[in-house]
Every structure is written in structure tokens, then in C-alpha cells.
């Protein structure tokens, strides 16, 4: 039995807008609005759009403050890290209560959830590669629990590397984009996408799922054992 959520989404930055408005000078079309909602439609949320916020910290208040009214869960993409028009911790301390983890993930590092009233609030990354990253791992296990349902563990296989990376820095679990190649004798590899931003919106449409590198790891080669989690796998 589950309650299905009204769920609100907030992105936040000057320099966006919509697609179908004129782009200006440093301008950038809000991906992460069609990227979240997109992945909300897998859950049971009744979703609403609370559009595009400024990077001030007054829009802000005003827009969680009216969004807490309407939704039981918000997520924010953008505004969450230490940058001078990043407003979403302060913010949420002055309407309710927040924590703030700095996660050893990449892509993507700093999360801050919240709440104010019965309103949850997850504050994701404004890169849509660690946006997405975030909502997979860890949003949408809450979303899902809020809504009374049971969020059990993503289960990936082990799958070859079909690439090398000869050195690597350590101290980060990497969730890098992949793709599933199935070879002449039947065993199946992973190729790992060539580029690694975590702006590259491009990236999620080639990839298949994404390849876990745990945090020790200083090298793979080519053939080596890694887990791979299919994209399917968040929605089972």
C-alpha cells in the first residue's frame, strides 16, 4: 500500500530558461526541469513544476516557502554548494531545518536535505550527469519511503571492463556512464562513455547504466571485473 506524493520541482540559476525563450548573453536552457521530471514519472508522485528561481536568497525563501504549502517532497537542482549565490542550506536553516552531506561521490558531492512543516526538501546538484547521479542513489529511495513504499538496494552485476584507465585518483567512489557491448564469444563488456563531465546531458543518452569505481581503485584494464548498474535496475 502507498500514498502517491505531490512532488514540486525548483531549479535555480540566472542564467536559465525555458526552451522556446531566447537565450541571452551566458544564457542556458533548464534541463534538469525535463531530466527530473522525467525521472519523477517512474515514482508515485503527482508532480509540479515551481519553475525557475533566481540566485538570490529572498526568491528563493519565497518559492519553498509557498512550494512547502502544496508538496510533501521538493527537490531543488542547483544552489546547494559554497558559492556565494549558493543559498539553498541558509535558506532552509531560516524556514525549517537542514543537513548538509559531503559525499565522496563523483559525479556530484554535496547534498542537502531539509525540512520545513511536513515538507521534505532534497537539494541535488545544478550538473544534470550529477543531478541524476544523486536523485538514482539517494533521492529517490526517499521519495519512495515517503510515499510508504519499500526502497529496497539497486542490484548491478559484474560485468569486464571493455577499456583502460591507467591511473586514477583515489579517495572517490566514481558512478562514471556506460554501455553493455556483447562480444563475438557471447561474454559481455563495458565500455566506458570517452568524456567525463558532468554537464554532458549527451552522455545519459548513450549510456546503458553507470559503472561503480569504489573508492581504492587506482587502475582497471581492459578485461578486469567492475559492477555495472543498468538504468533499469533504479526502476525495478
Not at 544564457?27 to 528561481?53: R, V, W
Not at 562513455?193 to 545519459?204: E, M
Request: hydrophobic share 40%; charged share 20%; proline share 6%.
Amino acid at each position: 500500500m502507498f500514498t502517491r506524493i505531490r512532488a514540486g520541482v525548483i531549479s535555480t540559476g540566472d542564467e536559465l530558461v525555458r526552451p522556446g525563450t531566447a537565450l541571452g548573453a551566458g544564457g542556458l536552457y533548464d534541463a534538469n526541469h525535463f531530466l527530473l521530471t522525467s525521472l519523477l514519472e517512474s515514482c508515485p508522485a503527482i508532480i509540479k513544476d515551481l519553475g525557475i528561481c533566481p540566485d538570490r536568497r529572498d526568491a528563493l525563501q519565497l518559492a519553498l516557502s509557498e512550494g512547502v504549502e502544496h508538496c510533501d517532497v521538493i527537490l531543488t537542482s542547483g544552489g546547494a554548494s559554497h558559492g556565494e549565490e549558493d543559498h539553498l542550506l541558509a535558506v532552509l536553516e531560516r524556514i525549517g531545518e537542514a543537513q548538509v552531506f559531503d559525499l565522496a561521490i563523483k559525479p556530484g558531492r554535496r547534498l542537502i536535505t531539509g525540512r520545513a512543516g511536513n515538507c521534505l526538501i532534497v537539494g541535488l546538484p545544478g550538473n544534470p550527469v550529477a543531478a541524476m547521479v544523486s536523485f538514482l542513489l539517494y533521492a529517490r529511495p526517499l521519495l519512495l519511503r515517503r510515499a510508504g513504499m519499500t526502497a529496497a538496494p539497486v542490484q548491478g552485476f559484474q560485468v569486464q571492463a571493455a577499456f583502460d584507465l591507467p591511473r586514477r585518483k583515489t579517495g572517490r567512489r566514481e558512478f562514471s556512464r556506460g554501455r553493455l557491448v556483447t562480444l563475438a564469444d557471447g561474454s559481455v563488456q563495458a565500455e566506458l562513455y570517452p568524456r567525463s563531465g558532468s554537464g554532458l546531458i549527451s552522455s545519459l543518452r548513450e549510456a546503458d547504466g553507470l559503472i561503480e569505481i569504489p573508492e581504492e581503485t587506482t587502475s582497471i584494464h581492459r578485461g578486469a571485473p567492475i559492477r555495472f548498474f543498468p538504468f533499469s535496475s533504479f526502476w525495478a
